[in-house]
């Protein structure tokens, strides 16, 4: 399907997966990526040019093109072409404004006849006192402990968010990044890359999973993208044995934790968890599963913490210690030690 053209929108919908999957499962095959670069004529060069001195908006332009933006404002910076000034809004436009905000037409309509953004028009119209949008409430000390809570339960960030907060799962992702909860998808910086190659050759899957405050998963998917080895882990203490009954119930009353937790719990390996997920029918809910699990602490932080103390360094300086301190419910002292580490 990808050799013959199929959107990857398709590919995915198909085989029941991601369009992430997809994109990983190709590269894991050796499949070289599809490249989709329009090749401009001399005329389209030459239309984006004059468009672009009229101050033409690049949205009304691309879908003139039938193009994505992202390709069309590319394509603009190839070219050198400077960016129009911004347009300023006159009289008429701000009476149009007025006039559709009093009768309640949908700013969709009224952008794309003002040719203009929707954001746009929203913005201009809480600059004129008609989008009085409600200040966003602070999250309390309660709610970060209950955040906290629903973290090392496993819990994902809809079930959090549904069960105990009355906030919606992006503002509760968002509050666990500015907690330091985070720990899932974390970027592999060049740093990472050199531990885990020194790590391998010393240290199991297992070991290094705890060490780097990763999952085992991620540690070997990392490892064959760099072409390393690991060295042999020791037999679980349960390796081998049955499943018993009282085993498949506790995969399925926490189906939704991440399989190295369950791995721990069971004495088993994230890799016979899964299986027995799939036997059990319980790995479709794999969409659903919570990406959190517990992160050793190192040097007391886990490593969102970790990132987290080091990115508020950066940006504030020794101030940040004191933010940081009530936000994280650490020690200043123990996190000016951390710091210097």
């Known amino acids: 399907m990808y050799a013959a053209g199929v959107p990857l929108t398709a590919i995915a919908s198909a085989l029941d997966r991601s369009q992430d ?39 009304t332009l691309a879908s003139q093109l039938h193009l994505p933006l992202a390709q069309l404002r590319a394509r603009r910076r190839q070219l050198g072409l400077d960016r129009p000034p911004p347009r300023r809004y006159t009289p008429d436009d701000d009476r149009a404004i007025r006039a559709s905000w009093a009768a ?17 028009l929203l913005l201009r119209a809480r600059a004129l006192g008609l989008h009085c949008p409600a200040p966003r409430r602070r999250w309390t000390g309660v709610e970060d402990a209950v955040l906290r809570d629903g973290y090392a339960d496993g819990l994902t960030c809809d079930e959090i968010a549904r069960t105990s907060l009355e906030r919606s799962p992006g503002a509760v992702a968002a509050r666990a990044r500015k907690l330091g909860l985070a720990s899932y998808a974390r970027y592999w910086s060049a740093e990472d890359d050199r531990r885990l190659s020194r790590m391998l050759s010393l240290r ?44 498949d119930e506790i995969l399925r009353l926490h189906a939704a934790l991440n399989p190295a937790v369950l791995a721990r719990l069971l004495g088993r390996s994230d890799l016979a968890v899964v299986a027995r997920l799939r036997r059990l029918g319980l790995l479709r809910s794999g969409r659903r599963r919570s990406p959190h699990h517990p992160s050793p602490l190192n040097n007391g932080l886990t490593p969102g913490e970790r990132v987290l103390l080091d990115r508020e360094l950066r940006a504030r300086g020794d ?21 210097r580490r």
């Open 104 to 120: 309640g037409e949908s700013l969709e309509v009224l952008a794309r006849r003002l040719g203009r953004s929707p954001g746009s």
């Open 319 to 339: 101030r940040a210690i004191l933010v940081l301190e009530h936000r994280l419910g650490s020690d200043a002292a123990a996190l000016r030690r951390a710091a």
């Open 21 to 59: 999957a997809v994109n990983a499962r190709r590269a894991a095959l050796g499949i070289a990526a599809r490249r989709r670069n329009r090749e401009w004529s001399p005329l389209a060069d030459a239309m984006l040019r004059e468009a672009t001195r009229a101050g033409v908006p690049a949205t």
């Open 204 to 247: 199991t899957v297992d070991d290094a999973a705890q060490i780097l405050g990763r999952t085992p998963e991620a540690i070997r998917r990392r490892a064959r993208n760099l072409d390393l080895a690991a060295a042999i882990a020791p037999r679980r203490p349960r390796a081998g044995a049955r499943w018993t009954a009282e085993d």
